[in-house]
């Protein structure tokens, strides 16, 4: 991206939606070091080990969910007051992300809350909240209470902007074309009705589009196999680290990934960090369904551990496709859920829990050995 000046106005040429406008208080927003941040938190965390393009950053993402937000209360004919409100609503909705986002804060959750509730604090605590001014309480109350809170769908619901950019910019760096979805078509025909972000039945294909589309992004991008194993000892390494007080998790919100990655070498005893920034990864051992382990995950991973005598992860996932939620407003002017005109939903939602196997890795020279045991105490639990 590059900035230019222009009549007071700050415009960023941004590669997915062209050029993007940010009035003085959101320039201040973006300059300040906690917006700045987010250059150094990739988007994808370690997608770039299977695409090499898949470097782009929550800073990027965070410019166009702002940018989709002002499309969608333009169309919705929101007051300007309100209409601003979203917009840093869209432009903050990441600032609570700490290094590697996701992957990080499926281990950090529990010790500091979610990057919801962190981003609320950084708000609250930092110059952010000198910069929006007027609009500082209303968003830290649409913020706290995003549930209650309807018009905070234009960010995140299924048709919200946050999905729309991540899933069209998460495609053009991956250079796969699974996310190639019209944002800007359903962004200029989404309605509100009954206090529902909806879409009018002429938006039931651009909908299927987005939904195919997110699955195909989770099945072939997000959840590749590569990606799921490196993320697996990242988030061992971290829990190690956290777990021996070698890194504080309050931290981790205010680092970038390479900055949390050095510090996760210092103190890396089982060599994660060093065969994740070489490429040095664990292999895929077994496929398994989480109804088949006849324990806890965590007493299985560690019966599994004794009877090979080595290390083994366990890589949880639960099924990446949810029951959508997408209003449509038929032609007899009532509202049905988009599964009432598309037989797809199902399909993608049965398909996503098919899919959704559990991972077993272990170092290459182990796999064999780590599939046979798998396998043995399945098969004596029978």
Partial sequence: MRTVAKNGNTIIKDPIHGNIVLNNMEKKIVNSAV?????????????????????HTRFGHSIGTFYLADRITKTLNLDGYTSQLLKLAGLLHDIGHGAFSHDSEDVTRKYIGSHEENGLKIIKQTEIRDFVGEYYDDLIKILDEKE?????DIIGSDVGADRLDYLVRDAYYTGVSYGTIDSE???????????LLCLPEKGVPAAESLLVGRFLMFNTVYLHRTNRIAASMFKRALEIAIEGKNVDPKEITFLGDDELLIKLKEHDEKGYVG?????????????????????????????????????????????????PK??????????????????????????SERRSKMF???????????????????ESNK
């Fill in 326 to 351: 997408v209003p449509i407003i038929a032609h007899d002017s009532g509202i049905d859920d988009i599964s009432e005109f598309s037989s797809l939903v199902n399909v993608l939602v049965n398909e």
């Fill in 148 to 152: 209650e809170n309807e018009e905070l």
């Fill in 185 to 195: 078509w359903i962004t200029d025909i989404i309605l509100r009705k009954d206090n």
């Fill in 35 to 55: 917006f700045q941040r987010l250059h150094r938190i990739k988007q994808l965390g370690f997608c770039y080990l299977v695409y090499p393009g898949a470097k």
């Fill in 275 to 323: 065969r994740l920034l070489n490429r040095r990864l664990y292999k895929l051992a077994i496929r398994i369904d989480k109804k088949d382990i006849p324990m806890p995950i965590k007493e299985f991973e560690e019966e599994i551990i004794k009877r090979c005598n080595c290390d083994v992860i366990v890589d949880e996932i639960r099924p990446f496709v949810s029951a």
């Fill in 360 to 378: 077993v890795i272990s170092e290459d020279k182990n796999v064999e050995n780590v599939k046979k045991e798998v396998l043995k105490l399945f």
